[in-house]
């Protein structure tokens, strides 16, 4: 009888230290940071030596930041130059219609393996269930522009016609990616989208008959803010961060934050970067 109660005991020990120890386990176990959209998602430079891709991007500088407390916490970077929300949710566009990160051979073959970057991001949240801590996402930008039969750049914003075509394909095409990734991730994964700085206020500043440049920037913000309200994901105002509402003080954060005003690039520099993240970081719920 005794060794019997000794041999229940010790099951009994073993089981409560197998349950500490997976909690243990389940507090240390790996989580995933899930960054999605276009060249401010991969984190991207291109001052005057063609595209590079820094590590102090605004997803990695979150991510460092988002470490502290989860150590644990790895960053998985999707976000590619040039995407927008058509290629986005459908693969490689005609340039002369919308940009895209390439060719579809570039897509499938050194991009994303499962066509397109949604069907990717999809793929792993799905793999990952329960393990995804966070998604962030920034699309949109890239749908305002597209290249001339010459190969030359046109962006919407200065075109005659204006942009509330393209503005009106972007709120459709955001609504089916949201819907899509919340699908995949579940009801409990933060999704934060954001809205972007308008890197022509220094054009509008120096120029008032241009104010209708910066208006139609403005209008693809507001855009952007309803459709990820309407499917009930947080935005990080990085619109607001830069100043959006006083131009001359947006200006001057676009030509001290990207390299807009030394090399004509309209991505961040390490500062713009930060300045991103911390944004994000406060729209995180």
């Given at each position: 009888?005794?060794?019997?109660?000794?041999?229940?005991?010790?099951?009994l020990?073993?089981?409560?230290?197998?349950?500490?120890?997976?909690?243990?386990?389940?507090?240390?176990?790996?989580?995933?940071?899930?960054?999605?959209?276009?060249?401010?998602?991969?984190?991207?430079?291109?001052?005057?030596?063609?595209?590079?891709?820094?590590?102090?991007?605004?997803?990695?500088?979150?991510?460092?930041?988002?470490?502290?407390e989860?150590?644990?916490?790895?960053?998985?970077?999707?976000?590619?130059?040039?995407?927008?929300?058509?290629?986005?949710?459908?693969?490689?566009?005609?340039?002369?219609?919308?940009?895209?990160?390439?060719?579809p051979?570039?897509?499938?073959?050194?991009?994303?393996?499962?066509?397109?970057?949604?069907?990717?991001?999809?793929?792993?949240?799905?793999?990952?269930?329960?393990?995804?801590?966070?998604?962030?996402?920034?699309?949109?930008?890239?749908?305002?522009?597209?290249?001339?039969?010459?190969?030359?750049?046109?962006?919407?914003?200065?075109?005659?016609?204006?942009c509330?075509?393209?503005?009106?394909?972007?709120?459709?095409?955001?609504?089916?990616?949201?819907?899509?990734?919340?699908?995949?991730?579940?009801?409990?994964?933060?999704?934060?989208?954001?809205?972007?700085?308008?890197?022509?206020?220094?054009?509008?500043?120096?120029?008032?008959?241009?104010?209708?440049?910066?208006?139609?920037?403005?209008?693809?913000?507001?855009?952007?803010?309803?459709?990820?309200a309407?499917?009930?994901?947080?935005?990080?105002?990085?619109?607001?961060?830069?100043?959006?509402?006083?131009?001359?003080?947006?200006a001057?954060?676009?030509?001290?934050?990207?390299?807009?005003?030394?090399?004509?690039?309209?991505?961040?520099?390490?500062?713009?970067?930060?300045?991103?993240a911390?944004?994000?970081?406060?729209?995180?719920?």
């Amino acid at each position: 009888m005794m060794k019997l109660r000794l041999s229940i005991l010790a099951t009994l020990v073993a089981s409560l230290l197998l349950a500490v120890g997976a909690r243990a386990d389940d507090g240390l176990a790996t989580r995933y940071y899930v960054s999605l959209g276009d060249s401010l998602a991969a984190g991207t430079n291109a001052t005057g030596v063609g595209i590079v891709f820094t590590d102090m991007g605004y997803a990695d500088q979150l991510h460092a930041a988002l470490a502290v407390e989860d150590p644990k916490l790895e960053l998985v970077k999707l976000g590619c130059p040039g995407e927008s929300t058509a290629s986005m949710r459908f693969g490689s566009q005609p340039p002369t219609t919308v940009l895209s990160c390439g060719t579809p051979a570039y897509y499938k073959n050194a991009l994303y393996p499962k066509g397109t970057q949604l069907a990717e991001a999809i793929g792993f949240l799905r793999a990952h269930k329960g393990k995804v801590a966070l998604v962030t996402i920034d699309i949109g930008a890239n749908d305002l522009a597209r290249l001339d039969v010459q190969g030359n750049l046109v962006l919407c914003e200065f075109e005659p016609s204006g942009c509330t075509a393209q503005i009106a394909a972007v709120a459709e095409n955001l609504t089916a990616i949201l819907a899509e990734l919340r699908a995949a991730a579940g009801p409990d994964v933060p999704i934060v989208g954001m809205t972007y700085y308008d890197v022509f206020a220094r054009v509008c500043v120096s120029d008032p008959l241009l104010l209708f440049v910066c208006s139609r920037v403005d209008a693809g913000n507001e855009a952007l803010v309803d459709t990820y309200a309407a499917a009930g994901v947080p935005v990080a105002d990085v619109a607001g961060a830069f100043g959006d509402d006083d131009l001359s003080r947006e200006a001057d954060h676009v030509c001290a934050w990207t390299w807009f005003c030394s090399d004509g690039d309209s991505h961040p520099n390490t500062t713009g970067y930060g300045v991103i993240a911390q944004a994000f970081e406060a729209a995180i719920p």
